[in-house]
């Protein structure tokens, strides 16, 4: 497209000045002294357009510099580094020749618990936050990529899962679109599915480590809620699942604490952890005592985790 501002006087008045060509946005501008005013008000109008049609641009812009800037970091040679009397000082550094990015080992999912996807988006691009994942699937469907898998997002928060008590350093963050209370939409779980199948295959990620917000942080976390199926995602490899419980005979000694702890469940608070267990694997918020038959499913994923 093209835009002359007041293109006529500065072709025929040889008084005004011919400014070059300017280019901004597939625009281009001729301006002239005498339509400098109009030209400002054009430029106006440009430079709002071009906010408008690239809101996150500042961010893209930051996240490069971020970027760089942890790249730069990785190449200093670290034997001068270290400083605290309780570390001992290396003799020397030698930097191998063998070696690569860490690999995300889990993947965490969420709901936003936001109104939109765009007031996510904001969020996770604004400063000083300190919230944010890798990926955010909107309600219908629409996937954002926010950060490199291998770099590490904050999601996970005060989270522990079995020994892992950094889940943010280990894991990919999945950011779905949903207030917690609407059910989750087909085509979003479409997208998450193919995603998960993506990341497993790239990152070998056990079927066992694909998890929710509410259970690395029980008593703190409800996401991604009691509308996801877990199931649904057990189906296709993503999660564990406990299967047909009806022959199981419950040995005496089961103890719920320690079968939690093997899943994975921080039992600090054991109720706590109780409740992100129904949460996950009955899709209930009932409170109180593990019924016999909770105990059941409790102890088959408790030798699933064992195998
Ligand atoms: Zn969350």
Not at 128 to 153: F, K, N, W
Not at 216 to 227: Q, S
Request: with cysteine; hydrophobic share 40%.
């Amino acid at each position: 497209m093209v835009l002359y501002c007041h293109v006529i006087p500065a072709l025929t008045d040889p008084s005004s000045i011919q400014m070059p060509n300017l280019s901004l946005k597939g625009f281009r501008v001729i301006l002239s002294a005498s339509s400098l005013t109009r030209c400002g008000f054009v430029f106006l109008l440009l430079f709002l357009y071009s906010c408008a049609s690239q809101p996150y641009r500042y961010s893209n812009k930051q996240y490069r510099k971020q970027a760089h800037a942890l790249a730069k970091s990785l190449e200093v040679q670290p034997d001068t580094g270290i400083t605290s009397d309780s570390i001992r000082q290396p003799d020397r550094w030698i930097g191998t020749v063998n070696f690569g990015l860490r690999k995300p080992n889990f993947v965490v999912i969420h709901h936003t618990a936001q109104q939109s996807c765009e007031k996510t988006l904001q969020t996770f691009t604004e400063s000083p936050r300190e919230v944010s994942a890798h990926y955010v699937i909107c309600a219908d469907g629409t996937l954002y990529h926010m950060l490199h898998d291998q770099l590490r997002a904050w999601h996970a928060g005060a989270g522990k899962w079995g020994q892992v008590t950094d889940v943010n350093s280990v894991s990919i963050g999945i950011e779905l679109d949903n207030d917690g209370l609407a059910p989750y939409r087909e085509a979003q779980l479409q997208v998450l599915l193919t995603l998960l199948d993506t990341l497993k295959q790239r990152y070998r990620i056990p079927s066992a480590n694909f998890i929710g917000h509410a259970d690395i942080a029980p008593g703190r976390k409800v996401d991604p809620g009691i509308n996801f199926s877990w199931e649904r995602l057990a189906k296709k490899g993503f999660g564990l699942w406990y299967g047909d419980t009806l022959s199981l005979i419950l040995p005496e000694s089961f103890d719920a604490r320690t079968a939690l702890k093997i899943i994975g469940y921080d039992v600090h608070d054991q109720t706590a952890a109780i409740q992100s267990f129904r949460l996950h694997f009955m899709a209930s918020q009932r409170k109180g005592e593990l019924l016999p038959e909770e105990k059941k499913i409790l102890y088959a994923l408790q030798l699933k985790s064992m195998e």
